[in-house]
């Protein structure tokens, strides 16, 4: 669905930057709302909900568990 949509996971657990996480939950958001730039009746919500993606994913990656590689 959203192949565009560059992974945020960086080596060394590095958390997204804020422009980082707010680009990707654009992104997504014009995808499953279907709309590049939303009316006028909508663009409240519209924001709304980037705003609410963004912070849950920021939650997430300050929650992560990622095991580092290990080298031979």
Do not use: W
């Not at 960086?10 to 939950?25: F, M």
């Not at 909900?49 to 994913?57: F, S």
């Amino acid at each position: 669905m959203c192949r565009n949509i560059k992974k945020l996971r960086r080596p060394g657990n590095r958390v997204p930057t804020e422009a980082e996480l707010r680009d990707a939950s654009l992104q997504f958001v014009r995808k499953i709302s279907g709309y590049h730039t939303p009316s006028e009746a909508n663009r409240e919500i519209f924001a709304k909900t980037v705003v609410e993606i963004a912070e849950t994913a920021r939650r997430m990656f300050t929650q992560l568990h990622v095991r580092q590689r290990k080298v031979a």
